[in-house]
């Protein structure tokens, strides 16, 4: 995925009419099938290429630049039509996209369930170095069975998995701004000096899960904390990216879905974690299909309808609620009372409550088309003047921030985001024009939980109660 560096930071910046500005992510995963399954068979795609050929992530990040931004009880179904399998690690590709980018930022998904801290700290700090602090994680915990069967660990419980993550990010905000000192690193190559030993502390974490005693590895990085996003809509989730998250990823249908869980974060982010609710950037999930037309734009969506696999999206969506959606009549309408009493199932609930004109009967068989092209989020098919409309929508009503712009194939929708798109929202004020940098800030704000942590204003408890039986001893 694609976004800015910490321009999270910054208030969402207005236009000489006073318009808020819609920021844009583009939204892939290192996979064959991300949210719009069978468009592998498209000639015209190439996400069969992404996990054999390195060009493939060079070029879409030099693209992207330019505009600025368990189904049927078995796992058969989704590997056999691509859904998200098989899926190749994105660390890989990040730093080659950045050697031929000089503004585009990068942000990657990555557990906090079933990795150490201090893996993640080391990593994620030299991947902030190579891009020049242009780097960002997208936290997520790991609501997948099979993940905890995959790595030999214990499946958590959907509270307890956020009290886990809550302790894992001070532990690396312990690591990434309090073990190195501004002036640690000296590079004195005359006196021999390559970092100063007295301005490197050894973090000692002695919390409820984890453990360390090390300082940081890594000296500091251009931003040392990467920027931070997270997806949850729980109210576990809602109120861990209340404390944590500077970009906060939602998915509905319908905005006037979304409106009410933007207004829980922001009023989470201010009553019970202090800050600015508006430091907070929020994305909703779009796959916009645009045409040069409104017949070029319709025969886009009947391309991709002739290639989609429904089945696919269906695995995706039984999967991702826990509702085996094999097991209902087609035109049978799913309600909240059909999903199984598990915790994952949060974010779904909203899309099978609403009722409004905007969003179609969420039946298995509509399920197979609208969840197969988009993954349950907005798919407006129009003109660029169309689609922007309906975002313009998406920010008045929902109060959104801007979007995660998914693709039906790739690069293709990309291509025409910044062919049709992002020229139509610069002539209505809603994105910066093309010679601007987005005036990135590098450091956390310090309304953030992890500017407490800081080298020179942070005091460890355990590391002074050591020296303590230490002088005592």
Do not use: C
């Not at 099938?33 to 996400?47: C, E, I, T």
């Not at 859904?83 to 557990?111: E, H, N, R, Y």
């Not at 999930?285 to 886009?300: E, F, L, Q, V």
């Not at 969840?371 to 409309?389: F, K, L, N, Q, R």
């Amino acid at each position: 995925m694609a976004s800015s560096s910490r321009i999270l930071e910054m208030e969402t910046p207005l236009n000489d009419s006073n318009k808020k500005q819609i920021l844009l992510n583009g939204f892939d995963m290192f996979t064959v099938g991300h949210l719009s399954f069978g468009q592998w068979r498209n000639p015209k795609d190439r996400a069969k290429d992404k996990r054999r050929d390195l060009s493939y992530w060079t070029d879409l990040a030099k693209l992207l630049e330019k505009g600025g931004f368990t189904y049927k009880g078995s796992a058969e179904p989704a590997i056999r039509t691509g859904s998200q399998f098989p899926m190749a690690d994105p660390v890989i590709p990040v730093s080659a996209m950045a050697a031929v980018t000089k503004k585009l930022g990068f942000a990657i998904t990555t557990s906090t369930s079933y990795e150490q801290p201090y893996v993640v700290a080391k990593r994620f700090s030299t991947l902030d170095h190579l891009t020049g602090g242009r780097f960002g994680w997208n936290i997520v915990t790991s609501w997948k069975e099979s993940a905890s069967r995959a790595v030999g660990l214990p499946y958590v419980e959907h509270d307890k998995r956020y009290e886990i993550a809550d302790e894992y990010l001070r532990v690396l905000y312990k690591l990434w701004e309090d073990s190195w000192s501004d002036k640690a690193l000296v590079e004195d190559a005359e006196k021999g000096v390559y970092a100063d030993y007295s301005q490197i502390r050894t973090i000692h974490h002695h919390g409820a899960k984890f453990r360390v005693d090390a300082p940081h590895i890594v000296d500091p990085s251009p931003q040392r904390t990467p920027v931070l996003f997270q997806a949850g809509t729980s109210p576990a989730g809602i109120q861990f990216g209340a404390t944590h998250a500077e970009g906060i990823f939602v998915s509905a249908l319908s905005p006037h879905i979304l409106a009410p869980r933007v207004q829980a974060i922001r009023a989470a982010a201010a009553s019970s974690s202090g800050r600015d609710p508006s430091s907070i950037k929020i994305f909703a999930m779009i796959t916009p299909i645009i045409g040069s037309s409104p017949a070029d734009a319709r025969a886009k969506h009947e391309d991709a309808l002739r290639y989609v696999l429904v089945e696919g999206g269906l695995a995706q969506f039984s999967a991702s609620t826990g509702i085996d959606v094999a097991r209902f009549d087609l035109d049978h309408e799913l309600t909240a009372d059909d999903i199984s009493a598990i915790a994952r199932v949060h974010s779904a609930l909203g899309n099978l409550q609403y009722r409004g004109d905007d969003v179609p009967r969420l039946t298995p068989r509509n399920l197979g088309v609208v969840s197969a092209i988009g993954g349950m989020g907005a798919m407006p098919v129009g003109t660029a003047a169309e689609v922007a409309d309906v975002m313009e929508e998406w920010v008045d009503v929902a109060g959104v921030d801007g979007f995660n712009l998914g693709y039906v194939i790739t690069p293709g929708s990309f291509e025409d985001a910044l062919e049709y798109l992002v020229p139509e929202l610069r002539r209505r004020g809603r994105y910066p024009p093309a010679e601007e940098d987005g005036g990135r800030m590098v450091y956390l704000r310090d309304d953030h939980p992890g500017f407490r942590y800081k080298y020179d204003t942070y005091e460890d408890a355990v590391a002074k109660e050591q020296e303590t039986e230490a002088q005592t001893a």
